[in-house]
Structures are given as structure tokens and as C-alpha cells.
């Protein structure tokens, strides 16, 4: 058998969904643990809504997650001719026919069908009679010759074995007609050029693969191998879909999950191998295969997501997770000025602790980042005047000593909690509401050592 080769094959009408990113990491993976090719066709054929911006945002987004194709971009508007190639052999070794029929006669068709409640088939009006019947003037549709008998058995490598009446299958269009071929004779043909040994995709293209077989069969090609994944629900078990909230990577990025995290989750989404849970990039690749995808749909759960982000957070090296903080922070919050780098960087043993999120980070760290303390209105309410004789009082032992550090700092904050007869909370609650401008946020002997001696005053100082 020739190498090993997957494609994904995406149209460009639209953002990446989350779904489609999962299909392209089964096809990735298992191109590159069997040592093959992993390529990606741009279907761009339908000319009214494929955009150019949709084509760059999934390939940005493929590389975002770590997925690399082989080769350029194979772009199916650039093979049309090919595709009408095939239509006229089609037709040539009689495996096709022009339909004459028109759109009242198929509407006609389709009404019927729905009084019976029965599926829509065509009725083959044309499948059979002569060239000399053809009306004049009238531009006929190319329609496959599908089997009328028997039956046709698709060995899934993930569903198994599945099996159709082949007279299930109407005689379907293979070019409109305008001239324009139509998905499954154009994904046909393409697959065939390719050279591809593995369609791996949704079970919603199951009907397809019965009718791309046809054609493979007609043109006496090689078939290659079926995998259809179970499809990817919402928690209410809902079939995911573009509409919905979180259904593309730009929607998790923006929050701030990282691409390992959500390629782990992906990855374990309808897969599994033992009981393993986490994967780095090189295990994924040694350890994947097809046997290991289930035959149910997965539930799209977000607060795994999180959870498995959060798991990276605490275990990642921290020069790699202030680097992707530092990007995520340049995309989405207007950057971080250079002389604040530092300081982030050496506190982000606390800043990321609960942290689900490099946006939760960013929540931590604003007091480091922002020059200006913006202030949360409500908890600025809880400033009264017991509160700045505490913050007053504490700024003033602060003055007396030079090293800043948690045993410098703590026999002052035990002090005033004796002194005005409260707790820790009473004395730590208006500090750092002062600070940082809520009462939220890290622990306040770490965000005083990380703003250091001279800032701390000069915030404390504003407020009195």
C-alpha cells in the first residue's frame, strides 16, 4: 500500500470551527504516527462565500493549535477543468446523463415526496432516454448513474461495517447546469489526485462516502480507506454549530486558553488511550490511532476546557507561560510596556495561581500593568475611615524600614490587626483595594513585594 496521506478539507465561508479543528488534528495525527502526509485542500468553489480572510483565519488557526500541513494550500477552484475531465468520461463510458428535467418538474418531485412522507429520490426521468428527446434551448443538469440494485458495504474503520440498498441513492447531480461541478464528483476527483490512502472526516458525510464510492468505482480508481468520527454536541446534546458561543478558536484564544491545552482537550474529545489524560505533542503522535476514536458523539464541556488550561498554567515552564502571556496580552489587551516586563515576570508564581485562564492572569496582574489604579466603585465604598486610619498607619511603619520582604511586613500588619482589634481581612481588604483597586486579586503580602517600596507609598499616599 503507497504511503500513508490525509487531507482536511475545510470551504472558506466562514471562521474554523471547533469541530473542523478536531477533524484536522484525527487526520494530522494520523498521518504523522503512521510516518505520512498530512495535506490541506481550501474548498473554495462556491464563489459567493468563500473569502479569502475565512482561507487565512483557518490556516492561522491550524498553526495557532499546531497543526502544519505538507506542501502548499491545494486549492479546488484551481482544478475545475479537471473535475469537467471527469463529468465527460462520466458520461462518455455511461456512468452519467444529462436530466433535461426543471426546477417546477423537481419541486413537483420533492412536494409529492413530502405529502408521502417518504424521502425525496429522484425519479430518473432521464436516466434513459435518447439524446433525439432532448427539449431545445434548455440547459441540462449532469446527473451520476447510481446502482438501482443490490447493495454496497463501506468497512468503517471507526463505525465498522456498514451497509445501504444502493437504490437509496438517487441518480445525483455531478454538474449543474451552469458548468459548475458539485461537491461529491469535485471532492471525488481531488481525493483521487491526491493520492489519498485515508478520507477521515464526520459521520455526517457518511450519505457522501456511498456516493464518492460510485464514482470511484465508475472511474475504476483505488478506494481508498472511510473513518467517519462521531460529531462534536453542545452539553445539551445538541449538534455544535457554527452559531453556537465557543464553536471557534478565536472565541478561546480571546479568553486565553493556550493551544497545547485546547489541542490535549480536543485530542481527548471521542478518543482515548488507556487512561491517560495528558499528552504532550510528541505522545499524541506515538500513541494515536483510529481504533482508539469512540462511535458516539462527544460533549463539548468548557469547564474541562478550562480545567485542562488550568493544568497547564501550574506545569508549564514559567519563561514559556509568560511568553504566551506576553503575546496574549499584545493581541487582546493593548500590551505590556517594557518596563513592567520584569516585574511580571518574577511574580508569576502568585499571579497564576487559580488562574483558569491567561485572561485570569491578566485580571492578577493589572495592578502591575496598568499605571493607573482603576478602581471597582463598590469595593472604593468599603474605604472608610477606619480603613485609612489603617492604610495611614501602616504607611507610616512602612517608611521606617528599607528591605521590603514578608518578614519586614508582617510584625506591621500583626501589629495594626492587635492594635485596631480586627482581623486579618480588616487590614489586608482596604490594602489592597488601595493597591490594586479591588478586593479581589492576589495575596497582599506578594502584591506589596512586587510593587515594591516606592509605588506602594505613592499608592497609598493618593488615597489618604
Known amino acids: 500500500m503507497s504511503k500513508v496521506a490525509t487531507r482536511f478539507a475545510p470551504s472558506p465561508t466562514g ?7 478536531r477533524t484536522a488534528l484525527f487526520n494530522w495525527l494520523f498521518s504523522k504516527s503512521q510516518g505520512g502526509k498530512f495535506y490541506l485542500r481550501i474548498e473554495d468553489t462556491d464563489k459567493e462565500r468563500s473569502k479569502d480572510e475565512y482561507k487565512e483565519q483557518i490556516i492561522h488557526s491550524l498553526k495557532w493549535i499546531g497543526i502544519e500541513h505538507d506542501g502548499e494550500e491545494y486549492i479546488q477552484s484551481k482544478k475545475i477543468k479537471d473535475h469537467i475531465d471527469i463529468v465527460n468520461e462520466l458520461l462518455k463510458n455511461g456512468n452519467a446523463y444529462k436530466c433535461y428535467c426543471s426546477n417546477e418538474e423537481i419541486e413537483e418531485q420533492k412536494k409529492r415526496s413530502k405529502q408521502k412522507k417518504i ?23 449532469i446527473r ?17 461495517d456498514v451497509e445501504i440498498e444502493n437504490n437509496t441513492i438517487e441518480d445525483f447531480v455531478i454538474l449543474r447546469n451552469d458548468g459548475t461541478p458539485t461537491y461529491n464528483l469535485s471532492a471525488s476527483v481531488d481525493d483521487h489526485q491526491m493520492k489519498m490512502t485515508h478520507i477521515i472526516r464526520g459521520d455526517d458525510h457518511k450519505i457522501n462516502t456511498f456516493k464518492q464510492i460510485q464514482i470511484y468505482e465508475a472511474m475504476k480508481w483505488e478506494l481508498p480507506s472511510f473513518a467517519h468520527i462521531p460529531l462534536i454536541h453542545t452539553i445539551e446534546g445538541k449538534k455544535l454549530s457554527k452559531r453556537d458561543k465557543a464553536s471557534t478558536l478565536d472565541d478561546y484564544s480571546k479568553i486565553g486558553i493556550m493551544p497545547d491545552a485546547l489541542r490535549n482537550y480536543l485530542l481527548r474529545l471521542g478518543w482515548s488511550y488507556k487512561d491517560k489524560e495528558i499528552f504532550s505533542l510528541e505522545e499524541s503522535i506515538e500513541h494515536f490511532g483510529l481504533e482508539g476514536i469512540g462511535k458516539s458523539p462527544s460533549k463539548l464541556d468548557i469547564s ?9 498554567i501550574k506545569n508549564i515552564n514559567e519563561n514559556d507561560l509568560f511568553n504566551q502571556f506576553y503575546k496574549y496580552c499584545e493581541l487582546f489587551k493593548g500590551g ?16 497564576k495561581n487559580k488562574a483558569k485562564t491567561l485572561e485570569d492572569i491578566f485580571n492578577n496582574s493589572r495592578y502591575l500593568i ?27 511603619e512602612l517608611s521606617k524600614i528599607n528591605v521590603i520582604n514578608k518578614n519586614s511586613i508582617e510584625p506591621i ?13 480588616g487590614v489586608g481588604q482596604p490594602l489592597r483595594i488601595v493597591l490594586t483597586g479591588s478586593k479581589f486579586g492576589p495575596g497582599i503580602y506578594d502584591i506589596i513585594i512586587s510593587l515594591g517600596k516606592f509605588e506602594v507609598e505613592k499608592r497609598l499616599s493618593k488615597i489618604i
Request: zero cysteines; aromatic letters at 8%.
Open 15 to 21: 471562521p474554523l470551527h471547533i469541530g473542523g479543528v
Open 119 to 141: 424521502p425525496y429520490i429522484y425519479n430518473r426521468k432521464w436516466r434513459d432516454k435518447k439524446e433525439s428527446d432532448a427539449p431545445e434551448n434548455v440547459k441540462p443538469v
Open 144 to 160: 451520476f448513474k447510481s446502482k438501482i440494485e443490490g447493495t454496497t458495504k463501506l468497512k468503517d474503520l471507526v463505525q465498522g
Open 304 to 312: 474541562r476546557i478550562l480545567s485542562m488550561n488550568e493544568h497547564y
Open 336 to 351: 505590556i510596556k517594557s518596563d513592567k516586563k520584569d516585574k511580571i515576570k518574577k511574580s508569576l508564581s502568585f499571579l
Open 370 to 396: 496598568l499605571d493607573e489604579v482603576n478602581f471597582d466603585k463598590d469595593d472604593l465604598k468599603l474605604i472608610d475611615e477606619k480603613a485609612k486610619n489603617i492604610i495611614n498607619e501602616f504607611k507610616l
Open 413 to 425: 500588619i500583626n501589629n495594626l490587626i492587635k492594635k485596631k482589634e480586627t482581623n486579618f481581612k
